[in-house]
C-alpha cells in the first residue's frame, strides 16, 4: 500500500527568504509523484510531477523538488518565497496507472512580510 | 476556457435531506473524481469513474452516491445516510493512460454545512 507523510502541518516562512516543505512517502513499486497547491476555498492546482524521469523536477512559480529513493522523500523546494505563495501544499503518490492517488495531509505556508 | 465546474459553491442543508452536488468538464477527460476535505487531513477519495457508466468506489463511499451518465458529468448525491456530511467538496478529472496520467485537474470546490 502507499502512504505519504508531510514532516510539517504549519510552516512560516518571511518574505525573500527558502521555502521547504518536506514529504515522505512508502510505495511497494517505483511511485509518480506530485506537489498541489491549494489557495484558501479553492481547488488544487498542480505545481510539478515526478514519473521516472530527471529526479530534479522543476515546476511552476518557481518551485522544484527532488526525488530521493535512498530517503523515500519528494521535499519541495523555493529559493525565494513571495507573499502570493501562503496557501496550503500537497504532496500526492500514485501508481504507474495513476487511478488511485494518495493525499498526504498537507502544509499550510505561511509568509511574512 | 476548458476546465471543471462546480455548482453550487455554498450549500446549507437540514439533516436528513439528500443534496446532489453538481461537477462538469469540458476538457474530455474520462476519467472524474470526487473527493472530501477536511481540515488537517488531506482529501480523502468518495467514489471514481473511468469511463461512462461506470464507477468504482474509493475510501470513504458510505452515504454517498455518484452516476457517469455523460462524459462530461459526474454528479455526486450526499445522502441522510452520510453521518457527518458537513466539509468541502471537490470534483477533479484526469487523462488516462500516457504521461499525463494522475495529473488532476480540479474545480473549486462546494462547501457542504449541515443545519
Known amino acids: 500500500a502507499q502512504s505519504v507523510t508531510q514532516l510539517d502541518s504549519h510552516v512560516s516562512v518571511s518574505e525573500g527568504t527558502p521555502v521547504l516543505l518536506r514529504c515522505n512517502y512508502s510505495?511497494?513499486?517505483?511511485?509518480?509523484l506530485f506537489w498541489y497547491v491549494q489557495h484558501p476555498n479553492k481547488g488544487l492546482q498542480l505545481l510539478l510531477k515526478?514519473?521516472?524521469?530527471?529526479?530534479l523536477v522543476k515546476g511552476i512559480n518557481g518551485f522544484e523538488a527532488e526525488f530521493k529513493k535512498s530517503e523515500t522523500s519528494f521535499h519541495l523546494t523555493k529559493p525565494s518565497a513571495h507573499m502570493s505563495d501562503a496557501a496550503e501544499y500537497f504532496c500526492?503518490?500514485?501508481?504507474?496507472?495513476?487511478?488511485?492517488?494518495?493525499f498526504g495531509a498537507g502544509t499550510i505556508l505561511r509568509v511574512k512580510s | 476556457d476548458g476546465g471543471i465546474t462546480q455548482s453550487p459553491k455554498y450549500l446549507f442543508r437540514k439533516e436528513g435531506q439528500n443534496v446532489t452536488l453538481s461537477c462538469e468538464q469540458n476538457?474530455?477527460?474520462?476519467?472524474m473524481y470526487w473527493y472530501r476535505q477536511d481540515p488537517g487531513q488531506g482529501l480523502r477519495l468518495i467514489y471514481y469513474?473511468?469511463?461512462?457508466?461506470?464507477?468504482q468506489k474509493g475510501d470513504i463511499a458510505e452515504g454517498y452516491s455518484v452516476s457517469r451518465e455523460k462524459k462530461e458529468s459526474f454528479p455526486l448525491t450526499v445522502t441522510s445516510a452520510q453521518k457527518n456530511p458537513t466539509a468541502f467538496y471537490l470534483c477533479?478529472?484526469?487523462?488516462?493512460?500516457?504521461?499525463?496520467?494522475?495529473?488532476?485537474?480540479f474545480g473549486e470546490g462546494s462547501r457542504l454545512t449541515v443545519l
Open positions: 515526478y514519473t521516472s524521469a530527471a529526479t
Open positions: 500526492v503518490v500514485s501508481d504507474r496507472g495513476g487511478n488511485k492517488l494518495v
Open positions: 469513474s473511468q469511463i461512462v457508466n461506470d464507477f
Open positions: 477533479a478529472s484526469s487523462s488516462t493512460g500516457g504521461p499525463d496520467t494522475g495529473e488532476l485537474f
Open positions: 476538457l474530455n477527460h474520462d476519467a
Open positions: 510505495s511497494s513499486y517505483s511511485p509518480s
